[in-house]
């Protein structure tokens, strides 16, 4: 089993700028992908990045060029440069992780969420 611990979410202005950290512990050689998820009220779970064990990445379109994730294998950690920050990022983000269970089995395993919250 994998647990993640999300941080560093809050109010900020819209323009501004905040790093969103993700903290793994448990199974941690297992994890494939890691990825950011964002769930506005009323809205469905979005994708907003992914970042694979190489560190290769993907964005949707509305956050490409603003946001950057990163890793560090190293300390199990996962990262979310958010920059030019807009009322409509204002989301609960989720950390998520593939891990292998088995062969080619996977499974996902989700954080707890951390509420970013953009003012205009």
């Known amino acids: 089993h994998v647990q993640l611990v999300e941080s560093g979410g809050g109010l900020v202005q819209a323009g501004g700028s905040l790093r969103l950290s993700c903290a793994a512990s448990?199974?941690?050689?297992?994890?494939?992908?890691m990825g950011w998820y964002r769930q506005a009220p009323g809205k469905q779970r979005e994708l907003v990045a992914t970042?694979?064990?190489?560190?290769?990445?993907n964005y949707a379109d509305s956050v490409k060029g603003r946001f950057t994730a990163s890793r560090d294998n190293n300390k199990n950690a996962v990262y979310l440069q958010m920059n030019s920050l807009k009322p409509e990022d204002t989301a609960v983000y989720y950390c998520?992780?593939?891990?292998?269970?088995?062969?080619?089995?996977?499974?996902?395993?989700w954080g707890q969420g951390t509420q970013v919250t953009v003012s205009s």
């Open positions: 998520k992780a593939v891990v292998q269970v088995w062969a080619s089995i996977m499974s996902d395993y």
């Open positions: 448990g199974s941690t050689t297992s994890i494939n992908t």
């Open positions: 970042i694979s064990n190489g560190g290769s990445t």
